[in-house]
């Protein structure tokens, strides 16, 4: 077996070629015009592949522009150069020594259109490559590389010579014997002068990694085909010998399809746009005496972008929501605008994101970073976009989270005329809050998460204001001494909240725990989500899925919980149908244990073409009409809403 | 021990003597497993055409970047373009050449990684023809095998032999695998379901090599033959060795990726 490592540093000598300290250089000719020695030197570069450098200088009382190429100081080397030179025909050189201050030289690049080569075949023990073209700017590389439509892999490779680095357009490897196919077919393409690199030991395509290449440039690309970077293919002879170690680079990033990356700041801008109108029907005018009628639209935009072959992302989601009758849910958020930067082992995001903590269906008791949207949904799944820091370590044993919050969001509630509301309306104007910083406090989090083969952890808390809050009653006075209508008015507590949530597999059971304690808000209290999922792959005979989720909830509060999942069962059934037209059904019925009420939901979604989808929802709770929730009797509802992708 | 005779087995030449089925069978699968060891990682994009039995079709787009582990099974995460209902979706597998793979689901709109059940791997993926357990990473362990015979195919030398799952949770009894001979490339799988009947035939079409070593379908059509519908998976844009590394295969990598 071959040792590899000397293999490559050899070649990498070979194509760096770095100028030695004695600075000798080999004179390949001597001209008194200056275009007429780029013109030679240009063939010369076609006809050798040496780096060939314009150098001005004065004899006698003239200037004289003479063609150099460095010699190397290995004796291998030389022979080879010498070797070049002499199948170039060029015979009559010399050797000419410079002082350790090199003066300015020029380098001289092979001009395509003047090139007329016969290229020589060499018989090279491996496969050579086929240099299509050498270029000082990275656009013309680029262009030449757009062009090859070759079955060969084409790649970059940047060759630094006395300072000066250009690029040059690799085809190959190619074997010994169709390397004169692939210059007639070069040739065929209007491309002419390429020539053959060869060695003969095993060459590698070497691409200065530390160098501002942009990952497009190092990358193989297949031509015709969009852009997509990829690393240079080391010429190795592949006998199952594996190191990942030695081919370990900077990862590149995804290639995104249909996106020709051409500019150095990565791939370009991602734009994705969807629209959706919606209309709910309630079933009653209910307590408040409203419209049944709801018609609403919503615009959600993203902008996504990466950089820095991946390590760096900017997304960017603004949302809003214009609703025909209920000016608070008529509303504009920013669900996303952030920064990601991506090392090995951590990762920074920056600015307004989401982030959800949690295994549970029927409630997220652990998940407490963004505010709900209420308005958008009272099923609690809808966020509001949270300002934070995030720094996230990724270490072998788990990863570890910690979140500096800036800023409070309120939660939004419905207006006068919203549906499904309380009978009181929450007036959110002037909220109370516990911090005297108000929303501008500055929260902290942290979360520790981690799997131990079937088991999954997590471990989290927080110190903040309170998303969830508590309500006073209060009188709403337009005018003084005129009795006010009552309202409830937030209160927003600071808390401490610690949470656990576990999720662990036995055969196709998944089993799940979500259990937290709170201080601030009044008395300390605890609360617990847990029960199981289990789907039944092919139910009936069918295709499709059934998946079963029941779940129990507590709270130590009892009634007097603000929540419903005080003491209340959950069961769910999620249907997927496995259709091309991605059909699901999900029903849940939310069982209170105590007072026998209990809410049923529905939601149904289905793909309609390629770019639309449906989605049903229905609402409807029962219970005792003179209990504390029994106005939401009259609220029962069915939405349908239909999503444009575009 | 059985480790030294499986090694010993694959160092003899086929068709040597003393060789049961079983053995040879075994013996093909792991030289086809050593032939594709080495890739290091793996991006490329697939898009998957469902067909119904009128001919009807539907279109998915997604990426697969995949992580060789040695000594394990492989990492991967894929990741919806089209269509947008489900784009940015994605799937982190670990997959494990002995014991249950570890799989995480990501659902870009409520931006939460969900850990889902590997052993429901019969069924279909995404409402094709494929289920989850056909495109899961084929270790060598996943099956006992047995030699059938030579025969065939396409005017391709193959070895036959019939491969059974060793997990139960499998939706099939057995496999029929036509493996050509001069580059042990899978060329044809038969499916039979848990009645042992014949559910889907699999075939691999225009392989091409990378890297001078590793082969690659453009084109694998599955083809039920209860339902008469058919999904075909176009590979595009294969890239190797690009510099991936775990960082690339973890849950923020799976949330990160759209």
Known sequence: MKLRLPGSLLALLLIAAPVSAEHSFEVLGSFLEPETARKEGSRFVAETGLEILLYETPVGERLQYRLLTS??????????????????????????????????????????????????????????????????????????????????????????????????????????????????????????????????????????????????????????????????????????????????????????????????????????????????????????????????????????????????????????????????????????????????????????????????????????????DNVENPDGEEKLGQPMINLSLIRDWGVLDFYVLTGFRERNFPGEKGRPRLPLLVDDSEPVYESSAEQYRTDFAVRWTNYFGELEVGLSHFSGTSREPRFQADLRTDEPGIPGEAVLIPVYDVIDQTGFDAQYFVGDWAWKLEAITRSGQGDRFSAATFGFEKTFVGILGTRGDLGVVAEYLFDDRGEDAPVIGEDDVALGFRYTVNNPSDTTALLVWLYDVDSDEYLMTLEASSRIGASWKMILEASMFNGDPESELGFFQDEDFIKLEFIRYF | MKNLLVAFLVLLPFGLAAETPEEKGLAIAEEADRRDQGWVDMQVTMSMILRNARGEENHREMRLKSLEVPEDGDKSIMVFDTPPNVQGTGLLTFSHKVGDDDQWLYLPALKRVKRIASKNKSGPFVGSEFAFEDLSSQEVEKYSYKYLRDESLNGLDCFVSERLPTDRYSGYTRQITWIDKEHYRVQKVDYYDRKDKLLKTLTFNNYQQYLGKFWRADSMMMVNHVNNKSTELLWKEYSFQTGLSDRDFNKNALQRTR
Do not use: C
């Open chain 1, 71 to 372: 010699i190397p100081q290995d004796p291998v080397y030389v022979d080879q150069l010498e070797q070049r030179l002499a199948q170039a025909g060029l015979a009559d050189t010399w050797t000419l020594r410079l002082p350790d201050e090199l003066p300015f030289m020029e380098t001289v690049f092979a001009e395509l259109e003047l090139v007329d080569v016969n290229t020589v075949a060499f018989a090279a023990p491996q496969g050579n490559y086929i240099v299509a073209g050498s270029f000082r700017e990275p656009g013309r590389a680029d262009a030449l590389v757009e062009r090859l439509s070759l079955l060969n892999p084409v790649s970059i490779v940047r060759v630094d010579v006395s300072g000066a680095s250009y690029q040059r357009v690799l085809v190959g490897p190619v074997a010994a014997d169709e390397e004169a196919s692939v210059i007639a077919r070069l040739v065929a393409q209007g491309i002419e002068g390429a020539w053959v690199l060869r060695s003969s030991e095993e060459v590698v395509p070497y691409v200065q990694e530390n160098q501002d290449i942009t990952p497009e440039l190092r990358g193989l690309r297949m031509p015709g085909k969009p852009a997509t970077p990829k690393a240079p293919t080391p010429v190795r002879e592949y006998e199952g010998d594996y190191n990942p170690a030695k081919l370990k680079k900077k990862s590149t990033p995804f290639p995104t399809p249909g996106a020709t990356s051409k500019s150095s700041s990565g791939e370009p801008g991602r734009w994705r746009t969807d629209i959706a109108p919606e209309f709910r029907i309630f079933n009653d005018p209910g307590l408040n005496d409203l419209d049944e009628f709801y018609p609403s639209v919503s615009i959600q935009t993203e902008y996504y972008k990466t950089w820095n072959g991946g390590s760096d992302i900017f997304a960017f989601v603004p949302f809003y929501r214009w609703d025909g009758q209920d000016e608070e849910r008529t509303h504009f958020d920013i669900r996303e605008l952030t920064w990601v930067h991506v090392s090995d082992d951590w990762e920074l995001r920056t600015g307004i994101q989401k982030v959800f903590w949690g295994v549970t269906e029927s409630q997220h008791l652990v998940d407490i970073v963004n505010q709900t």
